[in-house]
């Protein structure tokens, strides 16, 4: 069993407006760059805000990649959504797909600290449903990247 991966980070602002702004303008703070599956060639991560409302990533090109289905509909307090766990290695330049990947599940909760302070929580899990080869690859990147994320989206919310 590979334990759920979870952070905390604790974010400047009513439950209402974190909650709001991670699903709303999650385009604006995702580094599509380094955590997407086209790299450079994604434009921009969106989320459709309702129970069955996919998470997905838009290309340059306008082509559009699902990464996962929301699965937990609950504003302002918490939302959960399937999640493609993939596993890219970069051999003579191009990138691939480790064999093996399978659905696993993420959910964000918004924990009311008081007025203008909310605990953002993530908890991804379901590593156990990836091949070996799979659970060996993912977490620890997984592990760091949904750290940074966090990190991020408290300093977006801070610089509005």
Same mark, same amino acid.
């Given at each position: 069993?590979?334990?759920?991966?979870?952070?905390?980070?604790?974010?400047?602002?009513?439950?209402?407006?974190?909650?709001?702004?991670?699903?709303?303008?999650?385009?604006?703070?995702?580094?599509?760059?380094?955590?997407?599956?086209?790299?450079?060639?994604?434009?921009?991560?969106?989320?459709?805000?309702?129970?069955?409302?996919?998470?997905? $990533?838009?290309? *340059?090109? !306008?082509? +559009?990649?699902?990464?996962? /289905?929301?699965?937990?509909?609950? @504003? #302002?307090?918490?939302? =959960?959504?399937?999640?493609?766990?993939?596993?890219?290695?970069?051999?003579?330049?191009?990138?691939?797909?480790?064999?093996?990947?399978?659905?696993?599940?993420?959910?964000?909760?918004?924990?009311?600290?008081?007025?203008?302070?909310?605990?953002? $929580?993530?908890? *991804?899990? !379901?590593? +156990?449903?990836?091949?070996? /080869?799979?659970?060996?690859?993912? @977490? #620890?990147?997984?592990? =760091?990247?949904?750290?940074?994320?966090?990190?991020?989206?408290?300093?977006?919310?801070?610089?509005?």
């Amino acid at each position: 069993m590979v334990p759920p991966i979870r952070h905390a980070v604790t974010v400047r602002g009513d439950r209402e407006h974190v909650y709001d702004a991670f699903v709303r303008e999650i385009g604006t703070w995702w580094p599509t760059r380094t955590l997407s599956l086209g790299a450079t060639l994604a434009r921009e991560v969106r989320v459709e805000p309702r129970l069955g409302g996919r998470v997905y $990533e838009v290309w *340059h090109d !306008g082509g +559009e990649y699902d990464w996962g /289905e929301i699965v937990v509909w609950e @504003p #302002p307090e918490r939302f =959960a959504m399937t999640w493609e766990a993939t596993a890219l290695t970069a051999r003579s330049g191009v990138l691939s797909a480790i064999e093996g990947g399978a659905v696993t599940e993420v959910e964000i909760r918004f924990v009311d600290l008081g007025p203008s302070l909310t605990m953002v $929580e993530q908890e *991804h899990r !379901g590593w +156990e449903r990836l091949s070996a /080869e799979f659970r060996c690859a993912c @977490p #620890p990147g997984y592990q =760091a990247g949904w750290s940074m994320l966090l990190e991020r989206f408290a300093a977006h919310v801070a610089r509005r």
